[in-house]
């Protein structure tokens, strides 16, 4: 045998069950595999895979595209017929508890899917509790779908009395990615900016060619790049329905939506109304449009995160709609008590069951295909201390599914990022088990870093917590655990934090009930928007100083949209209903606060020229290396004498260089109200000191180019003035 | 509106013209016609689409599969895409694999 004989014999190889077995209604069928799961493209056909432990019975329901009825019914039992005698003949589709069978002679492209079950107890009955509701009258969305239409265009009111609303689609995973792979860039070198992809480019002031959506996102990749972020983590991007909210802003009349997105009705569906393509109902079309966008932010150097919902669904409780997992097995994908009611940790109706071995393996197959086929290089876990509570909702010791996760070969090298708190009281952070992998959403540095921020008396020891990266909470850990934020898409915006005291979220016609109440923030005199140039320059200084706070902290910043360029959302600390100006980024903000930006944009230079601002391990505070430094010292208005009292609003500290192969970065924060002169500690022989950015220094000499700072004429000492901020390096 | 496709050679140069709607069932007939154009060793390859009314994911994929057929030293440029084709090919990112042309351009398409 030479090569290429054995060449062409492999060629000539075809699989030999690739023909149909069994025929229903002139339709070809034949076994299927159990896995994988959902719907793939085979030869000759599509393979459909579904599980359910208390199903006793289900048939594939086939749709063409938008059809009100389907074209065709399946059973994965019963009598069929003997494609090639026309012979009756028995069947059944199904190993264990999946249902399994190849449908030939479909094309992908043109049809939609779904699936009726029967199994014990009776129908389901509306607002009353069970622990099975099976219901032979629903059609539904397969779990695993890789593509949901139903929602193809943002915004457009669905037809509400669909039999099917949110129907499975197939998807060619063949996306051509040439040499792109997640990037693996270390975490302590993340800048990490949270977006909303129609919040990035709908506003009109936008100015991109398809507002809105994933390819308008791929237009303001040069501006992430320019502002200095490489990492933009997403608010959800599963398929959800906007729709869902059906009130009214009260004071406006505008309908209401959920905007945000959490509320998943499809884990491994992107969301086709976040697609320009998605009106064309082509599931692959819209999976491309995402890859695309993934693909150009990687050569841009930007990884991509996304924000992801596992602690509950769209289903809601026992009054919710019966789109997929509760027809399917509800037993096996929520929490129940044991009269059937939902558990509700999530505070949105139910919780997902994330400990059933069952509902463990989605979420890993979930994960696992957005990291393979969208390359996806990190994920921050909504509400994740659900993911740690077992059946019952009691908190485990050593959760399943986070350990899966954290040893997971395929997600070897994603980011996992837990929000480590939920609905139920479940409060984690510094204790979510992390397996020597996950990192937090550290809300404590969010409110050390706020109350300090506003000049709150007796913070200054936490404050010198939160800038080491919290060794309080991950002393075991690192301050790679710890995911740095003053704001997020839950809560005020960075200017909004400078510009009221209280929420103002009448337009969400919850009576300003929602939204959280214990903001840290301060209006700096006055109320929302005010002509008082003091007031707005103090304002702005503030905003000035809350960036050095988070760039010069050890840990992982993450910045909110439009932070850097002053974005109100006029005073709503809880905009997840609004579809408009509130959300919106208005990029006319680029020129008007051109010099917030360019100070964040600096800012986000520094800390990447700078490792000594983002090490792997804690700083000691001691002279390791024999440098006659430590590699962190902790001064005050006298070096080396820091003011600890609980009068005190003032904290220094130097990083010393050659721990770190660095400059000396010295930090200094006066949030007092009056001016203070800073002695600055002496340097080596030969090394000067050399200012980067002073907030209370007038704009352009607030901030300079690493590289450019300019030598201090006074190297002994520095005046402060009132609430700002300094930082000076020595080389 | 039928998928139709007619092709020829014209000064090195394979153009294939593609009218109609390019979808999953009709998909293959252009890669057929894209393995036939490899085999004539052209300078470049030319779709023409002024017609082509439609452009699936499989059609979509179609271009992809030309861009490896052909080669990545031949050119592949679609001339006269509709708005609506053009967009398709744009927002997903396919136009990265191909030279959009708003038409026939024999300098550079024959070059």
Known sequence: MNDSTAVSDLASLVRVDSYPTHEHEGIRLRHGTPLPFGATIVAGGVNFSVFSHNANYCQLVLFKKGAAKPFAEIPFRGLFTDPQTHEPLWGEFRIGDVFSMVVFDLDPESIEYGFRMTGPGNSATRGEPGIHRFDLTHVLMDPYTRAVSGRNVWGVAPNWQDVYPYRAGIVQNDFDWESDRPLEIPIEKLVIYEAHVRGMTKHASSNVRHAGTFAGLREKIPYLKSLGVNCIELLPIYEFDEMENDRLNPLTGERLYNYWGYSTVGFFAPKAGYAAVGRRGDGTMVADELKQLVKELHTAGIEVMLDVVFNHTAEGNEFGPTLSFRGIDNQTYYMLTPEGYYFNFSGTGNTLNCNNPIVRNMVVDCLRYWASEYHVDGFRFDLAAILGRDPSGAPLSNPPLLESLAFDPILGKVKLIAEAWDAGGLYQVGSFPAYGRWAEWNGKFRDSVRQFLKGEPGKVGEMALRVQGSPDLYASRGPTASINFITAHDGFTLHDMVSYNEKHNEANGENNNDGANDNESWNCGWEGPTDDTEINALRNRQMKNAFIMLLTSQGIPMMLMGDEVARTQNGNNNTYCHDNELNWMDWSLVEKNAELLSFASRMTKFRAAHPALRRRDFLTGRDTLGSGYPDISWHGPHAWHPDWSHDSRVLAWMLCGKHSKDDYVYVALNMHWDTHIFELPQLPDGKRWHVFANTGAAHPNDIYEVGTEPELPEQSHIFMGPRSTLIVVGR | ?111
């Open chain 2, 1 to 111: 509106m039928a998928f139709n496709l007619t092709s020829d050679i014209h000064n090195g140069v394979v153009r294939i013209t593609l009218s109609g709607e390019l979808d999953a069932s009709v998909a293959g007939q252009f890669k057929t016609a894209v393995e036939q154009a490899a085999v004539a060793q052209p300078k470049s390859l030319a779709l023409l689409v002024s017609d082509l009314s439609y452009m699936s994911s499989a059609g979509l994929r179609a271009l992809v599969f030309a861009k490896q057929k052909m080669g990545a030293s031949i050119r592949i440029f679609v001339v006269g895409a509709q708005e609506t084709v053009q967009e398709t090919i744009e927002m997903t990112g396919f136009s990265h694999s191909v030279v959009m042309l708003e038409s026939y351009d024999a300098a550079q398409i024959e070059a």
